[in-house]
Each structure stands twice: as C-alpha cells, then as structure tokens.
C-alpha cells in the first residue's frame, strides 16, 4: 500500500502513524502537516519524533495550511498538552520540514500515480479541500480517502452536534465529501463504539517494555487523564489510530454502509455537523417534492472489531 497521512500530530494522531510506519507492506510515502490540536508547528515536530522512534527518519514532513478557510485556528491543547505529546519534553530531531508545500506535494503525488495513493485525513480537512481545488482531478486519481471526522448522528465532542476535524472547518470538510472522492469516513460514534482502549488494555501494552510501547504510554498520559477526568471514561479513544486500522486492513470492519453525507458550514447550532443519510428516511422527493434524491457519496463505518483493533496496536509496539 502507497500511503499518505494528513495530520494535526497530537496524541492519538501519533499512535496512527505508528500503526502505518511499522505495518509490513505499507509505504508512507509522505506526511503532510494542517492546522489543528496543537501549535502548527509543533505537529510537524512531533510527527519527526515519530519517524526516529518507530526507525523510519527521511519519510518526508510537509508543512500545510496554517488555519482554516474562515475562522482563526482553533487548538485541543487541553486535551493533549501543550506540546501535543503530553507535554514529555521530547527533544528536537535532527531531520527537519521538507522543502515544499503539503497541498502543492499532494497534488503532485496523487497525479503522478493515479489509483494508487491511499489517503488518510485525520486532521481539519484544510489540506485536502486546497488541493482538490488546486487539481479537482485528484478526487478520481486518488486510490482512496479515509477520514477520520464528524458525527453519524450522533454526539459531538466539541459541540452538541460537531466532532473538532469537521467543526474547526466545515468549509473544508463540506467540500472534501462533495469532491467525489472514494471515501470511507471514520466518526466520532463510531469512535466511541469502538475507539476505546480500556485501563487494561493500557495496561497490557505499557507491560510490554519496549522503547515503543514506553513512548505510546507517555503521549497517551494527557489524553487518558482527560479520558477519565472529563469524559468519565475507563481508558483512552483512539479515533485516529482506529482509522488507520481499517484503513490498514479492511478486515476489521464488521459494518459500514453507503450513505449521503454532507457538511453543515451555516447553523448557528450545527455548524460542522455531518448529516448522514440512514434507512428510515423516506425517498426525499416524497417527504419534500422541492427536494433531489443524491447517490451516496462516502461509506460511512458503522462498527469494527475492537480487539483486532486492539491487536493491531498492540504488534506496533513491539
């Protein structure tokens, strides 16, 4: 698999790159840096701790779009420390940004090999939506998009109604899910179905005593207490880690469904909501004459299988 990530690097963000960089026969050909949960800078910097830790230095950092389409940049320090690393102090590696910008390196990646580059966006959709509008041929020569955002109908966990990818840029995200990609999006339900690393599974991988399993242990610290402290959790959520595993491996899936999503960029209430199609609906243009049915445009993860989830996390540390 020829593999790109486009992340926000704090966290859990980190955990899914581990995830991909250790799998044998995946290639991340490059790693291209938005805006998100902590300073835009630091997230390149924690994405080359990343690199050196799991011994793949020289995978290219590409730095990207430092904000969103309309609004000021908008952080989870609170989540994931300042650093985006719980605040562990990790020193400085020697290997720094790449030369050129994120958007200008995905349009060039993906139109040199059409239908082969795989795709996962687990950070604001910023990156994506530049380059589409850059080159709207990537959506057909991309081989994939996984993204790791919104909700499916379910609860947010920035506001009532938005998950922090779709809400910190619902322009972004509303045009990513219109572009007409071949995408498969990974919620914050299903994360919370699904994403969820009990104490002792935590446990179980702390014990495993590599310099990986130590590492994954220190980033997770923030994310955990927050997990606990806040949300009232007995472990941590890994969204974007779980988005890479299926992603990885599709395996893992247990149910998904084709569905019509969209972005909501105007409710004073919903603003980054993502309206997802379910089977209840009546045919639109018989609830509404003014309304047109859409075909699905994005396969939307319904539930994984967790221990595998959890396995797979688990060979990556070792």
Partial sequence: MRLIIDTDTAGDDVFSLMLALTRPGVEVEAITIAHGNVGFVQHAEN???TLERCGKAGVPVYLGAERPFTRA???AAYVFGHDGMSDSGFPKTAQRPAEGHAVDELVRRIMDAPGEITLIAQAPLTNIALAYLREPRIAKALKHLWIMGGTDNGVGNVTPAAEYNFYVDPE???IVVNAGFAMSIVTWTETLRDGLFTSAQLAELEALGTPKAQFFTDVNRASLAFARETEGLDGSLHPDALTCAVALDESLILESEDCVVDVET????TRGYLSVSHAILPDIEVADPALKRRP??????KS???AGFFAAMKQALL
């Fill in 172 to 174: 972004a995200a509303k």
């Fill in 304 to 306: 994984i299988d967790q």
């Fill in 296 to 301: 699905p445009n994005a396969r939307v993860i």
């Fill in 266 to 269: 105007m409710g004073e209430l």
């Fill in 73 to 75: 940049p908008l952080d």
């Fill in 47 to 49: 994405a080359l701790v």
